[in-house]
């Protein structure tokens, strides 16, 4: 711990707080601790048991991200808001890039899409930033899935859609390994992630950072985005990467409960599969998405924003207590 990344720490986020106030934005608090945690089949809750006066119990978990109480907002009739504040997930690294809590910050926007979340991300990037000229003053680079795979895999993906035997293939002619019970997105990622991830976020020489925001991935991998109107097989969702480390996460929002239904319990199956609790389905939440509109909305790590600005390697410099000394 230093006490100097602490103090940086709290003005960076000074500064993000500023920012979204300025545009217009305004803040929400919304519950960390709920009874219907997400559907996310990798991603877990941090389980708890809340009791009434009565003695009742109820199932509970903190969240994993504001995402279901922020739309529900969006829903009632809210229309710029922002959410900055602890969130918790379990299961996680207790080192590098991770903790079992850390701090999020997540907006959404009315009338907007994949564009508009893209522009706030970098406009908030660099009026956090100032004058440092690490970002360079060229626009951050904007690269569909599609494209990243033929430029640093040579791979076509679209003749691959949902094409598990011909997936294996190329992934077994990439050097990779391929069990029987790998799905679709679990080949996918062997090549992404061993290919592809590692390049994004930097230049040609790994010598500068060349920030990319990375969109339109395969529909499969997007459970709370809607579909591209000009070709459904991908998703309209985006994620930003800058040096080695992934700051974002976002998508042009679903809004049809029937469609958003189909999918969570097609995540459910995949957890329970996976031998993970599942969660019962918000109906309230599905009952709010018709009031969105088109809505956009996008998670970014503000801690991993401080480590790249400090050039720290590992978030547990920026927490107050580590994590190894809380438990």
């Known amino acids: 711990m230093s006490l100097d990344y602490l103090r940086t720490r709290s003005q960076i986020i ?3 707080r500023r920012f979204f106030d300025e545009q217009g934005f305004t803040e929400m ?16 809750s941090v389980c ?28 009632a009739g809210m229309d710029k808001i922002y959410d900055l504040g602890p969130c918790f997930r379990d299961g996680e690294p207790w080192d590098g890039t991770h903790d079992l809590e850390f701090l ?14 893209m522009n706030d991300t970098e406009a908030m990037i660099r009026y956090v930033a100032g004058q440092d000229d690490r970002f360079g003053t060229e626009p ?16 076509e993906l679209e003749p691959l859609l949902e094409d598990r035997e011909a997936l294996s293939k190329v992934v077994r002619e990439h050097g990779q390994t391929v069990q029987p019970d790998d799905s679709w997105d679990d080949l996918f990622f062997k090549l992404f992630l061993s290919e592809v991830e590692p390049k994004l976020g930097w230049s040609d020489n790994k010598k500068r950072h060349r920030p990319t925001f990375l969109y339109n991935y395969p529909a499969c991998m997007a459970a709370l985005a809607r579909r591209d109107p000009k070709d459904p097989r991908f998703a309209l969702r985006t994620e930003l990467y ?19 239904r189909v999918r969570f319990i097609e995540e459910q199956k995949l957890r329970k599969k996976l031998g993970k609790k ?13 009031g969105m509109g088109n809505a956009a909305g996008i998670a970014f790590g503000v801690d991993r ?9 590992s978030i547990s410099e920026l927490m107050p207590v580590p994590i190894r000394e809380r438990f």
């Open 48 to 75: 708890a048991q809340v009791h009434e006066q009565n003695g009742r119990a109820h199932e509970a978990g903190l969240i994993t991200s504001p995402e279901y109480s922020m739309k529900k907002l969006l829903g």
């Open 305 to 313: 924003l401080v480590m790249l600005l400090t050039g720290i390697t």
């Open 29 to 44: 608090h919304t519950p960390r601790l709920v009874g219907f945690p997400g559907q996310e089949a990798y991603l877990e």
């Open 140 to 155: 951050f680079r904007r690269l569909s899935v599609s494209e990243s795979l033929k430029i640093y895999a040579n791979v």
């Open 14 to 16: 000074r500064l993000v």
């Open 242 to 260: 800058i040096g080695d480390l992934e700051l974002a996460n976002g998508f042009a929002e679903l809004c049809d409960p029937v469609e958003q």
């Open 104 to 117: 999020l910050l997540e907006w959404y926007r009315r009338d907007a899409g994949l564009e508009e979340l």
């Open 278 to 290: 599942v969660w019962p389905l918000d109906e309230h939440f599905l009952m709010s998405l018709p």
